[in-house]
């Protein structure tokens, strides 16, 4: 039997979440018995349920669903077309003092949300501001989504002015620590994304999808594909999860929107990334910290009933297979869970949705233990709303494009500089489980165990208990707790944490070499996509999802020269996909292939204006390449590590922006001279074919990717993990299966078609792994991490060169 | 020897200071000017790009708005006195990003601006689609980056794909005024669908 996957053994199924159900029921008449009856009169529970109308509830209020409706007739087999009546409770909710479902946010932002059924419908009014409808009416459905909607934002909100004092509110002394939170954040409404309006459609016009638009600032929930009266509207687990996305984006780009930035970081850029398994995880916790008593599992109704696609959150779920519960040794943990999918656990699965589970339950665990009576005692609503701080704290700083991470920052504590800051999170320091788990225990760290302000219990939450905890999670992949950042001068003096490696005991960190081709015997180098319908597709796709850019227009439309023979050829637009090894023992995870440019050459023409033109590669790598006879560059009289920049072994501190420096494009090629064949660069060939500037990918703007350019926004890949000696191919797909890539796992390149048949390439690609040893540390400085401007570098990755020649 | 380090570092630190004191000084605050209808719907129809503005009813299907008037927001409220970022930089209008000049008539633009820049994007955003799509672009601002001392003419917009069956997607993105090249995209929506088989590529080979 293989290790992983295969060896889960399914727990007998039971009804989802049964101890909710049961805990639910309980409640159900208590909460009705505690009615402090403002209804009027006629309000009354019947064979027909509520009756939910105008006349029984007071201005302002109406009647919504207080759990999805699984939950509520505790009937894990509840068929579509029941009377949602049924479901509803005698007290009133508070929806709105408004003849429209319209939300006033705070800091006078006059219309922050608002619901409507669909996108063709305008906003339906109630003139006597009253929200009660039969259960099975649109109105119901719309008011449902607005009172949900409405809680979620005020907790949010609420939090935050609790976190903005907790931190800027320490008045005369200001915060205790370099908060994320920009203390002029209500001002400028960074709380909230400006003062646009969240619209969301409670009947929107889609099928089995739900959906965050961050452009369109909307939020469309959808129905079910078979039975059209389920609505995921009537679901408030996956209503809590819609808005946990636009919670995510809004605490990435607090910093970003309160500096009235334009341009915005998103958490995950590719169809399966970590960043992106993240949200996913903190979307399932919004859900988690929204419902009372605490729910952990979420979409019993829209998504696990007719599509068996709920999640729990808690390992003890009945959902979950056998071997999994909340003890130390059997959390659901990484990177072993990655591609587990409850519903199937024999199938594995890379999606962001399902990784995302291992977050979300390390924050319900987290939670948990603020709550236990024995250690925190806390309720579940302050224990929530610390673990928010730190979430929001965590987004705040890691998708700062200012790069300052705190306004008591210098530029470059995270995120390089302003320039570079989105490369760096979308390519070369992207957010992943170490990133993220590094910054939750910053801020776990410095808000909980901090002896001035003793919050757990009148004491401190101890490191090394947090430490265990993320450990039991296989998420102590970080040596230290990085508090003084990666700036270029600042990011190695400040005093850091770091992280008591006994705690280590679960979660492995692998070298960084064992990283590497299949080593055995016939494997080849790369799989290949070139085939016209495939590649076109492909295109189609990630450029309608806005994932790429626009091709050169030196590739022509409809792509004529993909002809699928699995070869590079001219003009084509190729997908490629590396065979890549774990030689380890252990699962690698979150591999990540970079074909962006980095610095890498040593230019020549340093004594013209940019861009330079002429140089020769840096063999300083440990990759071997080039030889010096082979047009390597001369190092010889260069210091390592050097302070002379333009040398090979000074690495660029602004990724290229600073005199004598510059990038270059991960693909080299070979050129024959008189006497020997020799690796240069592309704008050297280009000279000597004479091929006119304007011909190149780029345009004459720019010749150094003059023939092979790797397409913007697909210029990475990445692998969600590789299992023990294994190669990616045999560690996703079941035995016997072939092997299928998906978006993620490609990259694309585009090929002119100026290049000569017969011509040589290879390509220098970076790679690197979440759970890497020696990828982001500086053993020399205390296992501090790297910082950010060494990431343009080779030293933090793997090289991996790639040959191949182009024919027709 | 120590010392001389020592006050090399120093000398360092105090230029990263002032680079990084240049670079607080290129933050910009968002000038949100919003053009009076100016979103744009483009559609591929018999192997033609027909192009028009978009209705209200498009407009609602995709939850966009059309804006009214040509406004400059945000409105101050006396609280935003404290607002710490500086004012934006403009040139020509058009609000600057990046490191900024201090004379910006000598800077070199790498491109210039051409009316038919939304033209060129609705084309390249359609020539290659299979599926039947209806494209919606707004211009949102207009702005000059400058990055390695050139500076480049770029449009901030919003751009909407509806596809049959009311399946859309949307994403910000920084275009080239001249070519209506895609440079940088921002805010791409996320799905949570369910049932929906991932779409997968057998390779065509191995190298
Ligand atoms: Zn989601």
Same mark, same amino acid.
């Given at each position: 039997m293989k290790k992983g996957f295969f060896s889960f053994n399914k727990k007998k199924k039971q009804p989802a979440s049964l101890a909710g159900l049961m805990l639910l029921t309980l409640l159900l008449p208590l909460l009705e018995s505690c009615l402090t009856n403002t209804a009027e009169k006629s309000t009354r529970r019947s064979q027909q349920g509520v009756i939910n109308n105008s006349n029984t509830v007071a201005t302002g209020f109406g009647r919504i669903l207080q759990d999805n409706p699984i939950i509520l007739t505790g009937n894990p087999n509840l068929n579509p077309g029941f009377n949602i009546d049924m479901l509803l409770q005698l007290d009133q909710d508070f929806i709105v003092n408004d003849q429209f479902l319209s939300k006033t946010c705070i800091n006078n932002i006059a219309s922050c949300m608002s619901v409507t059924a669909d996108q063709n419908t305008p906003q339906f009014n109630s003139s006597d501001a009253k929200w009660a409808y039969p259960g099975n009416s649109l109105e119901f459905l719309q008011v449902n989504t607005f009172g949900h909607l409405s809680k979620t934002i005020d907790r949010f909100h609420e939090d935050l002015q609790d976190l903005h004092t907790l931190t800027w509110g320490?008045?005369?002394?200001?915060?205790?620590?370099?908060?994320?939170?920009?203390?002029?954040?209500?001002?400028?409404?960074?709380?909230?994304?400006?003062?646009?309006?969240?619209?969301?459609?409670?009947?929107?016009?889609?099928?089995?999808?739900?959906?965050?638009?961050?452009?369109?600032?909307?939020?469309?929930?959808?129905?079910?594909?078979?039975?059209?009266?389920?609505?995921?509207?009537?679901?408030?687990?996956?209503?809590?999860?819609?808005?946990?996305?636009a919670l995510n984006m809004i605490a990435m780009n607090m910093r970003n929107n309160t500096l009235g930035l334009i341009e915005k970081s998103d958490l995950g850029y590719l169809f399966y990334d970590e960043a992106g398994s993240i949200g996913e995880g903190l979307a399932d916790y919004a859900s988690y910290m929204m419902t009372y008593p605490q729910r952990p599992h979420i979409g019993e109704w829209a998504l696990g009933r007719f599509n068996l696609?709920?999640?729990?959150?808690?390992?003890?779920?009945?959902?979950?297979?056998?071997?999994?519960?909340?003890?130390?040794?059997?959390?659901?943990?990484?990177?072993?869970?990655?591609?587990?999918?409850?519903?199937?656990?024999?199938?594995?699965?890379?999606?962001?949705?399902?990784?995302?589970?291992?977050?979300?339950?390390?924050?319900?665990?987290?939670?948990?233990?603020?709550?236990?009576?024995?250690?925190?005692?806390?309720?579940?609503?302050?224990?929530?709303?610390?673990?928010?701080?730190?979430?929001?704290?965590?987004?705040?700083?890691?998708?700062?494009?200012?790069?300052?991470?705190?306004?008591?920052?210098?530029?470059?504590?995270?995120?390089?500089?302003?320039?570079?800051?989105?490369?760096?999170?979308?390519?070369?320091?992207?957010?992943?489980?170490?990133?993220?788990?590094?910054?939750?225990?910053?801020?776990?760290?410095?808000?909980?165990?901090?002896?001035?302000?003793?919050?757990?219990?009148?004491?401190?939450?101890?490191?090394?208990?947090?430490e265990r905890l993320?450990?039991?999670?296989?998420?102590?992949?970080?040596?230290?707790?990085?508090?003084?950042?990666?700036?270029?001068?600042?990011?190695?003096?400040?005093?850091?944490?770091?992280?008591?490696?006994?705690?280590?005991?679960?979660?492995?960190?692998?070298?960084?070499?064992?990283?590497?081709?299949?080593?055995?015997?016939?494997?080849?180098?790369?799989?290949?996509?070139?085939?016209?319908?495939?590649?076109?597709?492909?295109?189609?796709?990630?450029?309608?999802?806005?994932?790429?850019?626009?091709?050169?227009?030196?590739?022509?439309?409809?792509?004529?020269?993909?002809?699928?023979?699995?070869?590079?050829?001219?003009?084509?637009?190729?997908?490629?996909?590396?065979?890549?090894?774990?030689?380890?023992?252990?699962?690698?995870?979150?591999?990540?292939?970079?074909?962006?440019?980095?610095?890498h050459v040593k230019w020549d023409d340093t004594a013209l204006p940019k861009p330079y033109k002429k140089g020769k590669l840096c063999n300083t790598f440990g990759d071997n390449f080039p030889l010096s006879s082979e047009g390597a560059a001369d190092t010889s009289a260069e210091a390592n590590p050097s302070l002379n920049a333009g040398d090979c072994n000074y690495i660029t501190r602004d990724n290229g922006d600073q005199l004598n420096e510059q990038l270059a494009p991960v693909c080299f090629v070979e050129i024959s001279e008189a006497s020997a064949t020799k690796w240069g660069l592309q704008e050297e060939f280009r000279e000597s074919i004479a091929l006119e500037p304007s011909n190149c990918l780029s345009g004459s703007s720019d010749t150094r990717d003059c023939f092979i350019r790797m397409l913007k926004g697909a210029d990475q890949a990445i692998y969600s993990k590789i299992n023990p000696k294994a190669n990616y191919g045999q560690s996703i797909a079941l035995p016997g299966q072939t092997i299928n890539f998906s978006f993620s796992n490609i990259i694309f390149m585009e090929i002119s078609p100026w290049i000569p048949p017969g011509t040589t390439f290879n390509c220098r690609f970076r790679t690197r792994f979440s759970n890497c040893e020696d990828c982001y540390n500086n053993d020399n400085f205390s296992k501090d991490d790297h910082l950010d401007y060494e990431f343009s570098g080779g030293e933090a990755f793997k090289l991996i060169n790639f040959q191949f020649t182009v024919i027709d | 020897m120590k010392k001389i380090l020592f006050l090399s570092f120093i000398i360092m630190l105090l230029g990263g200071i002032i680079t990084l004191q240049d670079q607080i000084d290129s933050l910009i605050s968002d000038s949100q000017i919003i053009e009076e209808d100016s979103w744009t719907t483009y559609e591929k129809k018999e192997d033609k790009l027909v192009q028009s503005p978009s209705t209200s009813k498009e407009l609602k299907k995709i939850g966009a708005e059309q804006t009214k008037k040509k406004s400059l927001i945000p409105k101050r409220s006396l609280s935003s006195v404290q607002m710490k970022p500086k004012n934006?930089?403009?040139?020509?209008? $058009?609000?600057?990003?990046?490191? &900024? /000049?201090?004379?910006?008539?000598? +800077?070199?633009?790498? *491109?210039?601006?051409?009316?038919?820049?939304?033209?060129?994007?609705?084309?390249?955003?359609?020539?290659?689609?299979? $599926?039947?799509?209806?494209?919606? &672009? /707004?211009?949102?601002?207009?702005? +000059?980056?400058?990055? *390695?001392?050139?500076?480049?003419?770029l449009e901030q917009v919003n751009i909407t794909f509806l596809f049959k069956g009311d399946d859309s997607n949307s994403f910000k993105a920084f275009v080239d005024s001249e070519t209506g090249e895609i440079l940088n995209t921002w805010n791409r929506s996320i799905h949570d669908k369910v049932n929906v088989k991932a779409i997968k590529f057998t390779p065509d080979g191995t190298l």
């Open positions: 320490n008045i005369p002394f200001g915060p205790t620590y370099n908060t994320a939170i920009p203390e002029f954040i209500f001002p400028n409404n960074g709380h909230w994304m400006g003062t646009s309006n969240l619209k969301t459609f409670a009947n929107c016009d889609v099928i089995n999808d739900a959906r965050f638009d961050p452009a369109a600032f909307t939020i469309c929930l959808g129905r079910d594909l078979e039975f059209d009266d389920v609505k995921f509207a009537q679901d408030n687990t996956v209503i809590y999860h819609e808005f946990g996305h696609q709920s999640r729990p959150l808690r390992e003890d779920d009945p959902l979950h297979v056998a071997g999994l519960d909340t003890e130390d040794d059997s959390r659901l943990s990484y990177p072993q869970y990655l591609l587990y999918d409850p519903n199937q656990p024999e199938k594995p699965i890379e999606d962001v949705h399902y990784a995302g589970q291992i977050i979300s339950h390390f924050l319900v665990a987290l939670t948990e233990d603020f709550m236990s009576s024995s250690y925190c005692g806390m309720t579940q609503k302050l224990a929530t709303s610390y673990v928010m701080y730190m979430v929001v704290e965590s987004l705040a700083e890691l998708g700062d494009i200012s790069a300052l991470g705190s306004d008591n920052n210098t530029v470059g504590y995270v995120n390089l500089n302003q320039v570079h800051a989105l490369e760096w999170i979308k390519n070369n320091k992207p957010i992943n489980f170490r990133s993220f788990s590094q910054a939750i225990a910053k801020n776990v760290n410095r808000i909980m165990n901090d002896f001035g302000n003793p919050r757990c219990a009148g004491g401190v939450y101890n490191k090394d208990r947090l993320l450990d039991s999670y296989g998420l102590l992949l970080f040596k230290n707790y990085n508090e003084d950042g990666n700036q270029e001068f600042l990011g190695h003096v400040g005093g850091n944490n770091l992280v008591n490696d006994t705690n280590r005991l679960k979660t492995v960190l692998i070298p960084k070499d064992l990283l590497m081709y299949d080593p055995n015997s016939g494997a080849s180098k790369a799989f290949i996509i070139d085939g016209r319908s495939n590649v076109k597709s492909a295109y189609d796709n990630l450029s309608a999802s806005g994932q790429v850019g626009s091709l050169s227009s030196q590739i022509e439309a409809d792509l004529p020269f993909n002809n699928g023979n699995a070869r590079v050829s001219p003009g084509e637009l190729v997908g490629i996909s590396l065979n890549l090894y774990n030689d380890s023992n252990s699962e690698m995870a979150g591999i990540q292939i970079l074909a962006n440019d980095w610095d | 934006y930089k403009t040139y020509q209008g $058009r609000r600057i990003i990046g490191h &900024i /000049k201090k004379d910006m008539n000598d +800077i070199n633009f790498i *491109n210039k601006v051409e009316k038919t820049w939304k033209d060129k994007l609705s084309e390249k955003l359609l020539q290659h689609r299979d $599926r039947q799509a209806k494209l919606f &672009i /707004k211009s949102e601002n207009s702005v +000059i980056k400058i990055q *390695n001392g050139s500076a480049r003419y």
